[in-house]
């Protein structure tokens, strides 16, 4: 039995992580159990591969995780974005500058960010953005999800970036149907006022909006058949849906000491 650490373990992606890491030691990281990424250092002693994300987009972590993944001798999976690329001075390509020897997943948006995110019809089943006509492969955060823990737990992934992206680009209105809701679209710079979120974030946020606004981010990637070796769920309702069981997976809080 391996022993791996799951930085965001409860969030949509790392809880998913966490269900599908069976028979191993799957240790939950966060500010709950103790993890905190103010705190310069973390004793690793004992842990086989770690499953990280970098918290919005704080410039001031990328110096941070860039540390822990430069020290540490086991296998890491980092969770970064397909959006990076037009954001080359970013916290998270800045992590990815020294995540070599590492995986990393540079996934698209995520089908959950219509069911378990932010972009879930409100009570009047609208989806708002500002996109335009602009087309998204949405990627299904159970194929991340595999994509991950194949890289945790299997040999042949180090060093790879795999792009991941579902199998065809839709327009938002298309995904917003597709989870029973209405798409309207919103006005970029009425949308960005709106969004009570530190300044770095909001920038990020709107970076990638205008990527899918402008046709930049419409393209199919293939991440998910490169490492699984088969291709990746389409956007189905039924999908954006699934309720994840519960897998028996061994779990602990994680008491973490600074050095």
């Not at 037009?86 to 089908?111: C, K, M, N, Q, Y």
């Not at 298309?174 to 209405?182: F, H, I, L, M, P």
């Not at 069981?245 to 994680?254: E, H, M, N």
Request: charged share 25%.
């Amino acid at each position: 039995m391996s022993t791996f650490l799951v930085i965001g373990g409860t969030g949509k992606t790392g809880r998913r992580v966490v269900e599908r890491l069976n028979g191993h030691d799957a240790r939950i990281a966060t500010r709950a159990t103790g993890f905190d990424w103010a705190e310069p250092e973390y004793d690793l002693t004992g842990i086989d591969g770690v499953f990280l994300t970098v918290p919005g987009q704080d410039p001031r972590n990328a110096e941070r995780v860039a540390a822990l993944l430069n020290r540490f001798e086991g296998r890491a999976v980092l969770l970064s974005a397909r959006a990076v690329e037009f954001h080359p001075d970013g916290a998270l390509a800045a992590v990815e500058r020294a995540a070599r020897g590492h995986t990393i997943l540079r996934p698209s948006w995520f089908v959950q960010n219509f069911t378990e995110g932010f972009l879930q019809p409100d009570d009047d089943g609208v989806v708002t953005a500002p996109t335009g006509e602009g087309r998204e492969p949405f990627v299904d955060l159970d194929d991340v999800a595999d994509v991950a823990v194949a890289a945790l737990t299997q040999p042949g992934h180090e060093g790879v970036t795999y792009e991941l992206s579902g199998p065809t680009a839709i327009t938002f209105a298309e995904a917003a149907q597709r989870v029973g809701g209405t798409f309207v679209p919103a006005d970029p710079a009425t949308y960005a006022a709106s969004l009570d979120l530190p300044a770095e974030y909001v920038a990020w946020r709107m970076a990638m909006f205008d990527a899918i606004r402008e046709g930049r981010d419409a393209r199919v990637s293939r991440g998910v058949d490169d490492a699984l070796g088969r291709p990746p769920r389409a956007f189905s309702q039924p999908a954006g849906l699934r309720k994840q069981a519960a897998s028996g997976v061994a779990t602990r809080k994680l008491k973490l000491s600074s050095r």
